[in-house]
T-cell receptor, first 111, second 113 residues
Framework: GEDVEQSLFLSVREGDSSVINCTYT??????LYWYKQEPGAGLQLLTY?????DMKQDQRLTVLLNKKDKHLSLRIADTQTGDSAIYFC???????????FGKGTRLSVIA | DVKVTQSSRYLVKRTGEKVFLECVQD?????MFWYRQDPGLGLRLIYF???????EKGDIPEGYSVSREKKERFSLILESASTNQTSMYLC????????????FGPGTRLTVL
């Protein structure tokens, strides 16, 4: 079945950029998503990208998609302590199918 | 403000008890999902539903059942709770088609003693 892989931990200093990487196996993915989970809360959609796009920028967030390598990344510019959370990559293929999630990357921001 | 609510934030039950976890969404979404979240394992899909009275098994349905009698409500049932079902349970809902964003509830942390 489909699989989504991401590293489990990332630690950055406040003010630096964070880059969280994700790889996926489903070549028919149509949408790819980044969700954020703050401590004690559910997941919240941060951003998403359609599979025919290479890049999407939204304020401090930049999503890059390399469809050939099935690689997705999330860059957070000027990382703040409030960005400390778990970030989940997810993908969906065509049709009304559930999202497939990675295991999540725990981002720790050091002041 | 769209919402997915779960009946309890924290729940403690004993082994062998029957446990009901309730989820309600107010967005008229067709799809609803139940996940469990465990450290190092991420989110694992237990069951999902595309419509009232419909259910589909996810990746780890063993030991669980679900009920969807009304569009807005999706219940997860542990017929006989066991200690390995101690976990965080997350409910989500989404529209069919389009970008299909899944909206999540705050989670229920279940402890089975």
């Amino acid at each position: 079945g489909e699989d989504v892989e991401q590293s489990l931990f990332l630690s950055v200093r406040e003010g630096d950029s964070s880059v969280i990487n994700c790889t996926y196996t489903d070549s028919s993915s149509t949408y790819l998503y980044w969700y954020k989970q703050e401590p004690g809360a559910g997941l919240q959609l941060l951003t998403y990208i359609f599979s025919n796009m290479d890049m999407k920028q939204d304020q401090r967030l930049t999503v890059l998609l390399n469809k050939k390598d099935k690689h997705l990344s999330l860059r957070i510019a000027d990382t703040q302590t409030g960005d400390s959370a778990i970030y989940f990559c997810a993908e969906r293929d065509t049709g009304n199918t559930p999202l497939v999630f990675g295991k999540g990357t725990r981002l720790s921001v050091i002041a | 403000d769209v919402k997915v609510t779960q009946s309890s934030r924290y729940l403690v039950k004993r082994t062998g008890e029957k446990v009901f976890l309730e989820c309600v969404q107010d967005m008229d979404h067709e799809n609803m999902f139940w996940y469990r979240q465990d450290p190092g394992l991420g989110l694992r899909l237990i069951y999902f539903s595309y419509d009232v009275k419909m259910k589909e098994k996810g990746d780890i349905p063993e030991g669980y059942s679900v009920s969807r009698e009304k569009k807005e409500r999706f219940s997860l049932i542990l017929e006989s709770a066991s200690t390995n079902q101690t976990s965080m349970y997350l409910c989500a809902s989404s529209r069919q088609g389009g970008m299909n964003e899944q909206f999540f509830g705050p989670g229920t942390r279940l402890t089975v003693l």
